[in-house]
């Protein structure tokens, strides 16, 4: 049995690649028949034999989890954190001086970080359990000739599968027959609208582009309508939809702020270290006695570490998620709270994300584009009465306006079919009797002899034909789904009509559809932009579409780029790419990861705002991942927030909040690094001139505790609204910078203190008095520093503290003058001071925070600029994609043939001629579309010919000023030369640009 265990292993790694490794250009480009035998089965189906043999090579259909840790290694591998350690140093460290309550704190807000932390991770996995929950678990196959019911886990490569309206597609499959089929692939393609798949190959053209797969079925998509046949190509994690599940499961990037926080704990690792080694040395060279230098030293130590940091960050993010949630926002992962304040770029989805994800009738209206009530009803009208399986179209129509129809009644109908691509009605009205059909505009106007203008009705001619045809386009090119919509009187009464009663129509108009935007969306991204988040749309659907959403939204189009164009260009010309456009279309989901990858490498912190299952790979790449209220479960369940309601609005709200949460931690950090550091440097120093220690370590672990007990205030604190305008981020050098500046000033007030206790109280002898002196001094510093260090502005009189921080600080300045006086303070060797002292005190008090407000204005004029999310600069000039490429070169071509008008025919064929790669017809008519958009040429579709506009000369004039004019005036040159030898001249209003 061993044996052939082995030797099935072994067939199998060698068979490995077979089916699940077919390429798609073979799968999506091969005849059916050739399909069928690379996969080796036929349209009977495999044999049972085969089946088997295929479970044992490729396993089960079932999406791979990855190799799981068990809770307590992944428990454990939390402790990794270099600020995790060093506090577990500093309580352990506490506990061997005696100071166990202080110890258990820190043991117990350690422990709380981690549990937090391990559980928010260990929600990543129930995200793929939502995922395989999404497919059925029996699926209708064909084997041997018969149709059987089997497990969908013992789906395998070269199974036949039947499948009608209602199913899940149970692996990937090549269409092998289809009748009326139509898919709903928006959650893993990000379409709009459910999509044809016939069995027809397709062009090697359209295997970069997911959305052209149109014989090609994806795993955990639904079948609308209609019926087909289908040969399973790639089953479990090698599915499309499986890979996304394994991008899931995996481990999260780093986002920035951890990564910042990462950093500022190497670096204060780094200065305790060499502090602790510094004071350690000193001490043990003046024979102060090895274990005494070494608890001095440590007690530093803790001193330096922000214990409180942990604690501080849950307290503000628990505020911002809790006053979020009251807006309708859960936090899922409390940390993601930070990161959305300091996100610069947020990268959405467009369909259900910025759009309701609902196919929703805009226009009714006639040839000329005007609204036409009669469009409306007689598209109601058909929709109505129509029994056939209702598309989404319908269902628009019907629910856009109740339409009374009470007068009309139906006679028969004449059911849709996918040769002619129309259906009819027939309807009868006071005794008369009517022809309505609806369908593609181009086979609409092939039925129509007649058409009806301002309620009359004229014989249609050549002229008013291509009129018809040209506003379709135009429609069809601004991103509406479109119909169109004829009738006639029928004068023949009888009880059945047919396909051939579908002549000599009146054309009457058109319906126009398409998945609108939010009704907040349009806000809520202005709000954005206004606090210098940049929007980029990346999503599945075509650019079209995409273009009209974001004309609807009142986004200004930087840039588009297609999927087709990323396949072809390297990650550098990515990283410019990536800040030039604003517009990514009809992308996959690892173009998606690539995009934000770009960004984040050049330097900007990335949101993704999602709803799809395609998103939800994405949203573990971003530093922040949001999602919709009409969400994919899979799409929730990986996001760091979800919104609950349909208003967008909250987004500002929850940028705002970040902003807060990150400025509020900011203060703790900026605060320990200043006076905290510069207390510890300042001991460090006394030691070389002190017979005894300037603080005994438990006074040190006392004035670190009642320090931090100051601080836990900060989470209430008031922001300065100057502050949260723009993205901030955790910078390092920044936090290095502000520790240098500001550290050295606590330093030398510290010195004084030394002076005046050593030269005016003569402490030379008298080290309780000194200790005391110097407890009370520093204590007072470095608490009310933090009224300086909160704000940019003049404390007090433009920026107000909260009241919580204010009673917080001025309670702990308190105890400590106090604690000398009691008997508490004798516990820990503290001797009162008299009241002379206090006099210098207050006096170096203000001293203190006078010099600390003036240093500041200098500080913040020199490195500001590093905490604030800045424009990244672009790498290089302006990167042209492929599509960029073509239309320019279109451009070009127009613009120096010398003819003012030329073919679509003529121009295609000199575009192949120039190009250094294929150009198919929709790219072609693409670039046709953005050139005619642009308003530098007009175009008559049914003519086929394309005429110069006087704004082209405008734009070629321009030319020159552009930064790629040297790259764009070599093409022109090259393209110069080329008409030349190919029609013998050019045109001689741009020969001075070729020169």
């Given at each position: 049995?061993?044996?052939?265990?082995?030797?099935?292993?072994?067939?199998?790694?060698?068979?490995?690649g077979?089916?699940?490794?077919?390429?798609?250009?073979?799968?999506?480009?091969?005849?059916?028949?050739?399909?069928?035998?690379?996969?080796?089965?036929?349209q009977?189906?495999?044999?049972?034999?085969?089946?088997e043999?295929?479970?044992?090579?490729?396993?089960?259909?079932?999406?791979?989890?990855?190799?799981?840790?068990?809770?307590?290694?992944k428990?454990?591998?939390?402790?990794?954190?270099?600020?995790?350690?060093?506090?577990?140093?500093?309580?352990?460290?506490?506990?061997l001086?005696g100071?166990?309550?202080?110890?258990?704190?820190?043991?117990?807000?350690?422990?709380?970080?981690?549990?937090?932390?391990?559980?928010?991770?260990?929600?990543?996995?129930?995200?793929?359990?939502?995922?395989?929950?999404?497919?059925?678990?029996?699926?209708?196959?064909?084997?041997?000739?018969?149709?059987?019911?089997?497990?969908?886990?013992?789906?395998?490569?070269?199974?036949?599968?039947?499948?009608s309206?209602?199913?899940?597609?149970?692996?990937?499959?090549?269409?092998?027959?289809?009748?009326d089929?139509?898919?709903?692939?928006?959650?893993?393609?990000?379409?709009?609208?459910?999509?044809?798949?016939?069995?027809?190959?397709?062009?090697?053209?359209?295997?970069?582009?997911?959305?052209d797969?149109?014989?090609?079925?994806?795993?955990?998509?639904?079948?609308?309508?209609?019926?087909?046949?289908?040969?399973?190509?790639?089953?479990?994690s090698?599915?499309?939809?499986g890979?996304?599940?394994?991008?899931?499961?995996?481990?999260?990037?780093?986002?920035?702020?951890?990564?910042?926080?990462k950093?500022?704990g190497?670096?204060?690792?780094?200065?305790?270290?060499l502090?602790?080694?510094?004071?350690?040395?000193?001490?043990?060279?003046?024979?102060?006695?090895?274990?005494?230098?070494?608890?001095?030293?440590?007690?530093?130590?803790?001193?330096?570490?922000?214990?409180?940091?942990?604690?501080?960050?849950?307290?503000?993010?628990?505020?911002?998620?809790?006053?979020?949630?009251?807006?309708?926002?859960?936090?899922?992962?409390?940390?993601?709270?930070?990161?959305f304040?300091?996100?610069?770029?947020?990268?959405?989805?467009?369909?259900?994300?910025?759009?309701?994800?609902?196919?929703t009738?805009?226009?009714?209206?006639?040839?000329?584009?005007?609204?036409?009530?009669?469009?409306?009803?007689?598209?109601?009208?058909?929709?109505?009465?129509?029994?056939?399986?209702?598309?989404?179209?319908?269902?628009?129509?019907?629910?856009?306006?109740?339409?009374?129809?009470?007068g009309?009644?139906?006679?028969?109908?004449?059911?849709?079919?996918?040769t002619?691509?129309?259906?009819?009605?027939?309807?009868?009205?006071?005794?008369?009797?009517?022809?309505?059909?609806?369908?593609?505009?181009?086979?609409i106007?092939?039925?129509?002899?007649?058409?009806?203008?301002?309620?009359?009705?004229?014989?249609?001619?050549?002229?008013?034909?291509?009129?018809?045809?040209?506003?379709?386009?135009?429609?069809?090119?601004?991103?509406?789904?479109?119909?169109?919509?004829?009738?006639?009187?029928?004068?023949?009464?009888?009880?059945v009509?047919?396909?051939?009663?579908?002549?000599?129509?009146?054309?009457?108009?058109?319906?126009?559809?398409?998945?609108?935007?939010?009704?907040?969306?349009?806000?809520?991204?202005?709000?954005l932009?206004?606090?210098?988040?940049?929007?980029?749309?990346?999503?599945?659907?075509?650019e079209?579409v995409?273009?009209?959403?974001?004309?609807?939204?009142?986004?200004?189009?930087?840039?588009?780029?297609?999927?087709?164009?990323?396949?072809?260009?390297?990650?550098?010309?990515?990283?410019?790419?990536?800040?030039?456009?604003?517009?990514?279309?009809?992308?996959?989901?690892?173009?998606?990861?690539?995009?934000?990858?770009?960004l984040?490498?050049?330097?900007?912190?990335?949101?993704?705002?999602?709803?799809?299952?395609?998103?939800?790979?994405?949203?573990?790449?971003?530093?922040?991942?949001?999602?919709?209220?009409?969400?994919?479960?899979?799409?929730?369940?990986?996001?760091?927030?979800?919104?609950?309601?349909?208003?967008?609005?909250?987004?500002?709200?929850?940028?705002?909040?970040?902003?807060?949460?990150?400025?509020?931690?900011?203060?703790?950090?900026m605060?320990?690094?200043?006076?905290?550091?510069?207390?510890?440097?300042?001991?460090?120093?006394?030691?070389?001139?002190?017979?005894f220690?300037?603080?005994?370590?438990?006074?040190?672990?006392?004035?670190?505790?009642?320090?931090?007990?100051?601080?836990?205030a900060?989470?209430t604190?008031?922001?300065?609204?100057?502050?949260?305008?723009?993205?901030?981020?955790?910078?390092?050098?920044?936090i290095?910078?502000f520790?240098?500046?500001?550290?050295?000033?606590?330093?030398?007030?510290?010195?004084?203190?030394?002076?005046i206790?050593?030269?005016?109280?003569?402490?030379?002898?008298?080290?309780?008095?000194?200790?005391?002196?110097?407890?009370?001094?520093?204590?007072?510093?470095?608490?009310?520093?933090?009224?300086?260090?909160?704000?940019?502005?003049?404390?007090?009189?433009?920026?107000?503290?909260?009241?919580?921080?204010?009673?917080?600080?001025?309670?702990?300045?308190?105890?400590?003058?106090?604690?000398?006086?009691?008997?508490?303070?004798?516990?820990?060797?503290?001797?009162?001071?008299?009241?002379?002292?206090?006099?210098?005190?207050?006096?170096?008090?203000?001293?203190?925070?006078?010099?600390?407000?003036?240093?500041?204005?200098?500080?913040?004029?020199?490195?500001?600029?590093?905490?604030?999310?800045?424009?990244?600069?672009?790498?290089?000039?302006?990167?042209?994609?492929?599509?960029?490429?073509?239309?320019?070169?279109?451009?070009?071509?127009?613009?120096?043939?010398?003819?003012?008008?030329?073919?679509?025919?003529?121009?295609?064929?000199?575009?192949r001629?120039?190009?250094?790669?294929?150009?198919?017809?929709?790219?072609?008519?693409?670039?046709?579309?953005?050139?005619?958009?642009?308003g530098?040429?007009?175009?008559?579709?049914?003519?086929?010919?394309?005429?110069?506009?006087?704004?082209?000369?405008?734009?070629?004039?321009?030319?020159?000023?552009?930064?790629?004019?040297?790259?764009?005036?070599?093409?022109?040159?090259?393209?110069?030369?080329?008409?030349?030898?190919?029609?013998?001249?050019?045109?001689?209003?741009?020969?001075?640009?070729?020169?």
């Amino acid at each position: 049995m061993k044996t052939a265990d082995t030797v099935q292993k072994k067939n199998a790694k060698n068979t490995e690649g077979w089916a699940q490794s077919i390429s798609n250009e073979d799968v999506l480009c091969l005849p059916v028949n050739d399909v069928l035998a690379k996969l080796n089965t036929s349209q009977s189906g495999l044999t049972s034999d085969q089946a088997e043999k295929h479970l044992q090579i490729y396993g089960y259909n079932e999406v791979a989890r990855k190799e799981r840790r068990t809770a307590v290694i992944k428990f454990l591998l939390l402790f990794k954190n270099p600020l995790i350690l060093i506090l577990l140093l500093a309580g352990m460290i506490s506990g061997l001086l005696g100071e166990i309550p202080n110890s258990i704190i820190i043991v117990i807000i350690v422990l709380m970080s981690v549990i937090l932390n391990f559980l928010q991770e260990s929600k990543a996995e129930k995200a793929a359990d939502e995922l395989k929950e999404r497919v059925a678990t029996t699926v209708t196959v064909v084997r041997e000739g018969t149709q059987r019911e089997i497990k969908l886990s013992e789906v395998v490569p070269g199974d036949i599968v039947r499948l009608s309206a209602g199913d899940i597609v149970p692996a990937d499959a090549r269409l092998i027959s289809s009748k009326d089929f139509f898919i709903d692939q928006s959650a893993l393609t990000g379409e709009s609208f459910p999509v044809e798949k016939t069995a027809s190959p397709v062009s090697p053209q359209c295997v970069s582009t997911v959305t052209d797969w149109s014989n090609y079925l994806f795993m955990g998509t639904s079948v609308v309508s209609g019926s087909g046949t289908a040969v399973v190509v790639k089953t479990g994690s090698y599915t499309e939809y499986g890979k996304i599940v394994k991008r899931i499961v995996e481990r999260r990037p780093e986002t920035e702020f951890e990564r910042g926080l990462k950093r500022f704990g190497y670096m204060i690792m780094e200065v305790t270290f060499l502090l602790v080694i510094f004071v350690f040395f000193i001490n043990a060279l003046y024979r102060r006695g090895v274990l005494e230098s070494l608890l001095f030293a440590v007690a530093l130590a803790v001193g330096l570490t922000p214990e409180l940091l942990p604690v501080i960050l849950s307290i503000n993010l628990s505020k911002g998620a809790l006053g979020m949630s009251r807006k309708g926002v859960i936090v899922k992962r409390l940390s993601s709270i930070q990161n959305f304040g300091n996100m610069d770029i947020l990268c959405t989805d467009k369909t259900g994300t910025l759009t309701e994800n609902k196919v929703t009738l805009m226009l009714h209206v006639d040839m000329e584009g005007k609204d036409n009530d009669k469009v409306l009803l007689y598209s109601y009208m058909n929709s109505h009465y129509q029994t056939g399986l209702k598309s989404p179209l319908d269902d628009a129509i019907l629910k856009h306006k109740d339409v009374d129809v009470t007068g009309f009644q139906k006679i028969d109908e004449v059911p849709f079919d996918f040769t002619r691509r129309r259906v009819s009605i027939v309807t009868e009205h006071e005794r008369q009797r009517s022809l309505i059909t609806k369908g593609a505009p181009e086979e609409i106007i092939k039925v129509c002899a007649y058409y009806e203008f301002s309620g009359k009705m004229f014989d249609m001619t050549s002229e008013i034909q291509r009129k018809i045809e040209q506003k379709y386009y135009d429609l069809s090119a601004e991103g509406f789904r479109v119909l169109g919509i004829c009738y006639k009187k029928v004068k023949e009464e009888k009880s059945v009509y047919s396909i051939n009663d579908e002549t000599d129509m009146v054309f009457l108009g058109f319906v126009a559809f398409m998945d609108p935007p939010k009704e907040t969306a349009k806000e809520s991204l202005q709000l954005l932009t206004k606090n210098g988040v940049e929007l980029k749309i990346l999503t599945g659907d075509n650019e079209f579409v995409t273009r009209k959403v974001c004309e609807q939204l009142g986004c200004t189009i930087k840039g588009v780029v297609l999927g087709s164009d990323l396949g072809k260009i390297n990650d550098d010309a990515l990283a410019r790419v990536v800040e030039q456009a604003n517009i990514f279309a009809r992308v996959t989901p690892a173009q998606k990861d690539r995009i934000i990858n770009a960004l984040k490498s050049n330097g900007h912190v990335v949101g993704f705002l999602g709803d799809g299952i395609n998103d939800a790979p994405s949203m573990r790449v971003a530093d922040v991942s949001i999602s919709v209220d009409n969400a994919v479960d899979v799409a929730k369940e990986s996001a760091d927030i979800i919104l609950l309601h349909k208003d967008l609005r909250v987004l500002e709200e929850g940028v705002l909040e970040g902003r807060k949460t990150f400025g509020n931690t900011m203060k703790y950090i900026m605060m320990g690094v200043s006076s905290n550091f510069g207390n510890m440097f300042s001991a460090a120093g006394a030691s070389l001139f002190l017979s005894f220690l300037p603080m005994l370590p438990t006074q040190i672990l006392l004035n670190n505790l009642l320090y931090d007990a100051s601080e836990l205030a900060i989470p209430t604190d008031n922001v300065d609204p100057e502050y949260i305008e723009k993205p901030k981020r955790l910078d390092i050098s920044y936090i290095r910078n502000f520790m240098i500046y500001f550290g050295p000033i606590s330093s030398i007030f510290d010195f004084l203190t030394f002076f005046i206790m050593l030269y005016v109280f003569d402490a030379w002898n008298n080290a309780p008095l000194f200790q005391t002196a110097w407890f009370i001094e520093s204590l007072c510093t470095q608490t009310f520093v933090i009224f300086t260090i909160r704000t940019r502005k003049s404390p007090f009189f433009k920026s107000k503290p909260s009241k919580a921080l204010l009673i917080s600080s001025l309670s702990v300045v308190a105890f400590a003058i106090v604690l000398p006086l009691t008997p508490i303070g004798d516990l820990f060797k503290f001797q009162a001071p008299s009241v002379r002292f206090f006099v210098f005190l207050a006096a170096f008090v203000a001293a203190y925070l006078t010099m600390v407000e003036t240093l500041k204005r200098a500080f913040y004029k020199r490195y500001a600029y590093r905490l604030e999310q800045v424009t990244v600069p672009q790498k290089g000039p302006p990167y042209p994609t492929p599509t960029a490429k073509l239309v320019q070169n279109m451009i070009a071509l127009i613009g120096l043939r010398f003819e003012n008008e030329v073919s679509t025919d003529s121009l295609l064929s000199d575009l192949r001629e120039i190009a250094t790669y294929p150009i198919d017809s929709d790219q072609f008519v693409h670039g046709l579309h953005h050139v005619r958009r642009a308003g530098l040429v007009e175009i008559d579709w049914r003519r086929g010919t394309i005429r110069r506009q006087p704004v082209l000369k405008d734009y070629v004039s321009k030319l020159p000023k552009r930064e790629d004019w040297p790259r764009v005036a070599d093409d022109w040159r090259r393209i110069a030369s080329f008409i030349r030898t190919r029609y013998g001249r050019i045109n001689t209003e741009y020969q001075k640009l070729i020169e």
